[in-house]
């Protein structure tokens, strides 16, 4: 069955350092998006890219965020300095269409330290 | 503001102890409610999208149905592996394709 497989796993960084968070969605999805969940806290939204373009982005995704598409299956999320409070998972999803199911990978537990 | 209101946040059962989780929801405009059931460090993982009041879904031993103002996610005699974080979240009129997520029920199934 295809998912969406996000690396790393777990990653630790200092604290002002950039970090990249990768993530391949399934293959014939075409919305893709970066979800967060802070310890104990509901599941945020990010961003969600379509057609190689930012279509909607949150209040918490100010400029020290970036996503890129590289090439065709990769989706990256980048955090230009890390503070303490973007310690989370970090969670990308993939989905056929808009306004319909969006799959989750098993997510990037990012630690600032 | 959006707002997706999860009841109880734990809930514990026996194993065979039928039960309903509740989702409230105030939202502009409801253009479909998903529900997820997430493991400890994992992601979520999908398991019913409901789009209009009156619509249910079923898998297994769960069933979720939807009212105007709220969706139940129903267990039927539940077992110990469907001990998880159950998440139900709102796909907003006017917010594209962005989900507003509750904080979840906890729910544990004792043997």
């Known amino acids: 069955e295809p998912e969406v497989t996000q690396t790393p796993s777990h990653q630790v960084t200092q604290m002002g350092q950039e970090v990249i968070l990768r993530c391949v969605p399934i293959?014939?999805?075409?919305?893709f998006y970066w979800y967060r969940q802070i310890l104990g806290q509901k599941v945020e939204f990010l961003v969600s890219?379509?057609?190689?373009?930012?279509?909607?982005k949150s209040e918490i995704f100010d400029d020290q965020f970036s996503v890129e598409r590289p090439d065709g299956s990769n989706f990256t999320l980048k955090i230009r300095s890390t503070k303490l409070e973007d310690s989370a998972m970090y969670f990308c999803?993939?989905?056929?269409?808009?306004?319909?199911?969006?799959?989750f990978g098993q997510g990037t537990r990012l630690t600032v330290v | 503001e959006d707002q997706v209101t999860q009841s109880p946040e734990a809930l514990r059962l026996q194993e065979g102890e039928s039960s309903s989780l509740n989702c409230s929801y105030t939202?502009?405009?409801?253009?479909?409610l998903f529900w997820y059931r997430q493991d400890p460090g994992k992601g979520p993982e999908f398991l019913f999208t409901?789009?209009?009041a009156g619509e249910e879904k079923e898998k297994e031993r769960l069933k979720a149905t939807l009212t105007k103002k709220e969706s139940f996610l129903h267990i039927t005699a539940p077992k110990p592996e469907d001990s998880a974080t159950y998440l139900c979240a709102a796909l907003v009129e006017g917010s594209g394709s962005r989900l507003t997520f509750g904080e979840g029920t906890q729910l544990t199934v004792n043997p």
């Open positions: 293959s014939n999805h075409l919305y």
């Open positions: 939202v502009s405009g409801l253009r479909g």
């Open positions: 890219f379509y057609n190689n373009e930012i279509s909607e």
């Open positions: 409901l789009y209009s």
């Open positions: 999803a993939s989905g056929r269409r808009v306004g319909t199911e969006a799959f």
